[in-house]
C-alpha cells in the first residue's frame, strides 16, 4: 500500500458528461501529480501541485482542470468527455526536501470508461 | 524533443536467469534516473533512483547502471522468480522540476 488514495476506483460516463476523480496523497506529503495512461500512449503526466499552487503542466487538455485543497487532497475535473478520454488516471504524491521529492508513489488509479 | 525508448517487446525468459532491460533517451542530460513496477491495473511502484554520478545502484536481486555518454540505463534482475513478471518503467525529470517523463515500458514474462 503506497498511502496515496484514489477514488472512485472505477467510473462509467458518457460523452459529453463531467467527472470529478479525487486523490488524498501519503500523510506529510506537499507534491501531488496527475497522469494519464492509456495503452497507446503509455503514462503521460498532466499536471503538478505542490501546497495547493500549480508547479508544472504537462499534456492536459483545456477540458482537464486540477487544484489541491487547503488539506493537501487533489481533485481533477473532465468535462466534455469523449470517447478518447477513456484510460486510467493515477496520482501520485512525493515527499519533499532532497532527492526523496523526486521519488513518487503511485496510488491505486481510476478507471474511467466513456462510452 | 525528449525522447525515452524502451522496447516495447516482451522479454521472456526462465525462472533463475537474469532479465536485461534496456532505456535509452535522446536529447537531454537528466541528473538522475528512475525505474518503476508496475503490474496490470495497477499503480507504478518506485524500485531504484540512480544518479548521473553514480555509474551502478544494486538492491537486493535488482542491478541499475547508467551511462551518461550512451545516455542509456540498464536494468537487471538476477536469479529472476515468476513474481518478477511486471511491466517495468524507465523514468526520467525532463523538467528539472520533479515531473518525471516514463518511458512506455518493457513488459517481462518469467516462466517456472
Known amino acids: 500500500d503506497s498511502g496515496v488514495t484514489q477514488t472512485p476506483k472505477h467510473l462509467i460516463t458518457a460523452t459529453g458528461q463531467r467527472v470529478t476523480l479525487r486523490c488524498s496523497p501519503r500523510?506529510?506529503?506537499?507534491?501531488v501529480y496527475w497522469y494519464q495512461q492509456s495503452l497507446d500512449q503509455g503514462l503521460q503526466f498532466l499536471i503538478h501541485y505542490y501546497n495547493g499552487e500549480e508547479r508544472a503542466k504537462g499534456n492536459i487538455l483545456e477540458r482537464f482542470s486540477a487544484q489541491q485543497f487547503p488539506d493537501l487532497h487533489s481533485e481533477l475535473n473532465l468535462s466534455s468527455l469523449e470517447l478518447g478520454d477513456s484510460a486510467l488516471y493515477f496520482c501520485a504524491s512525493s515527499a519533499q526536501g532532497g532527492l526523496a521529492k523526486n521519488i513518487q508513489y503511485f496510488g491505486a488509479g481510476t478507471r474511467l470508461s466513456v462510452l | 524533443s525528449q525522447k525515452i525508448e524502451q522496447n516495447s517487446e516482451a522479454l521472456n525468459i526462465q525462472e533463475g536467469k537474469t532479465a536485461t532491460l534496456t532505456c535509452n533517451y535522446t536529447n537531454y542530460s537528466p541528473a538522475y534516473l528512475q525505474w518503476y513496477r508496475q503490474d496490470p491495473g495497477r499503480g507504478p511502484v518506485f524500485l531504484l533512483l540512480i544518479r548521473e554520478n553514480e555509474k551502478e545502484k544494486r538492491k537486493e536481486r535488482l542491478k541499475v547502471t547508467f551511462d551518461t555518454t550512451l545516455k542509456q540505463s540498464l536494468f537487471h534482475i538476477t536469479a529472476s522468480q515468476p513474481a518478477d513478471s511486471a511491466t517495468y518503467l524507465c523514468?526520467?525529470?525532463?523538467?528539472?522540476?520533479?515531473?518525471?517523463?516514463f518511458g512506455k515500458g518493457t513488459m517481462l514474462l518469467v516462466s517456472p
Open positions: 523514468a526520467l525529470d525532463v523538467s528539472g522540476y520533479s515531473t518525471l517523463t
Open positions: 500523510s506529510g506529503d506537499l507534491s
